[in-house]
């Protein structure tokens, strides 16, 4: 089976708005610890944990839509849970120390980038590349945040920050390019 085929089929049912829905989120984020890095611990534990509610309800959703079609629905499911109950936990804490913020954080870091490299074995071509990118990418994120505790506030908000600001970008390719695969997809079809 031709290569194109193959990324075009594992890509079929994947939302690709989700995916940009994602992206965009992550900017935001990315953003905002970059322009306010000075902000207070519990301002950015807000923004944090919103950041990774969303993220983990997007996983949910994303997971129960691919239920029939993908067989690793049930990590993404398990990676929306992780990051639900991670948020809320912040959320209803967030004057939690720095240290149990930034193990929290670094946590769901390393365990997204770990899914995102597993997950992308399913796909074939560029989205396997791109979701192997980013799942380093996280991870590394994670483990410089667990093993760098000490470096301060105004670091920790550079070091996501600009994780915001290289994960989005990605989040938003792959989405644009799995919406391009269903597109000539569906055009095969006819």
Known sequence: MDT????????????????????????????AMLLWPGITLLTAAVIFALFILVSGVIDIISSIMQIRTNSTWWLTMLLGIVQVAAGAYIAQRPGITLS???????FVLVVRGLFEFIVAFDFHGSMRALLIVVGIITAMAGVFVLRHPQTGGIAFAWILGIYGLIAGPVAIAMGIQTKHFQDQLKTAEK
């Open 4 to 31: 194109t085929v193959m990324e075009m089929e594992s890509v079929r049912d994947t939302q690709w708005w989700i995916l940009i829905l994602r992206g965009i989120f992550a900017i935001l984020f990315g953003v």
């Open 100 to 106: 149990v913020l930034i193990l929290v954080i670094g």
